[in-house]
Each structure stands twice: as C-alpha cells, then as structure tokens.
C-alpha cells in the first residue's frame, strides 16, 4: 500500500500516516477514511503524523483533494504534524495559504493547523508536550 496508516502506540492516541510513492488519489481518500476508522475505534484525542518524507509530491489537483481533506471535522480529531523534508514542508505551508486566501470568506471552512518536523521522533516528542487548547482541530491528509 502505498499510503499506510497504522497506530504509532499502544495507547491508541497517535496514528501515523506513511505515503510511499508513487500514491494515488484514491489511495489518499482510502487512507483518510483508515484514519477516521481509528478515531471512530476510540474515545479519546488522537493526534496524527503524516509521514511524507518519502511520498513526493502530490498527484495534480492537490488543492480539490486536500481542502476535502481539511474539511473533515472529527470529534477526537486533534494535533496534525507533518514529518517533512523542508522542499515539501513549503510545499504543504503554500496549500494551507492558498485554501485560507480562497476560502477566508467561508463559514464552512478553516484551515487546521499543524506542525512540521524533521523526524518521527521530533514528532513524538512534540506531541508527548501537554495540550495548550484542547479545542478540536480538523484533521487533514
């Protein structure tokens, strides 16, 4: 499969997201519906780690399929942190301000918020830090 989502730990509060290119669309949606499937099988926050150091770039049409994506509010939904390499991590911050530019007047959209680091380990560690807002954010892919 070449987008993997699988628990990061026992506890059930982190899943991690792996792309592998090259990935599909339909290869994203079904991950994204894997991802919901983990938060509908808890009652709990769950944090996210998209790993995308190895998935490349994006198929074309990325900007459909990720507002979708960022659109899904899930009530256990909460922390998304990107693993990237600095060329995507830019990438993926020029998607965020393109949605919010052609969206700011929408009730129904906003952008949800993430974090990049360099490594999963960075990411775990970030998310081992206590939650300032406990508010629940949109999870996207």
């Known amino acids: ?7 990061d730990n026992t506890e059930q509060n982190i899943v991690v997201i792996t792309f592998t ?10 991950a994204i519906t894997d991802m919901i ?3 509908d099988s808890v ?5 996210v780690i998209f790993d ?13 399929h990720f507002k979708k994506a960022a659109e899904i509010q899930h ?7 990107y693993v990237a390499p600095n060329i995507l991590a830019g990438f993926v911050n020029r998607i965020g301000r393109i949605l919010s530019i052609a969206f700011r007047h929408s009730d129904n959209f906003q952008m949800p918020k993430f974090t ?16 300032k807002d406990s508010s629940n954010l949109s999870a996207s892919g």
């Open 116 to 131: 990049f680091t360099n490594s999963i380990e960075d990411a775990r560690l970030y998310l081992a830090k206590p939650v």
């Open 75 to 81: 009530l256990n939904g909460r922390r998304l942190i």
């Open 21 to 30: 290119q090259p990935w599909t669309w339909h290869d994203f949606d079904q």
């Open 37 to 39: 499937t983990h938060f």
């Open 1 to 7: 499969m070449p987008i993997n989502v699988q628990w």
């Open 43 to 47: 009652n709990h926050p769950v944090d």
């Open 52 to 64: 995308i150091r190895k998935g490349g770039f994006p198929p074309p049409d990325a900007i459909t």
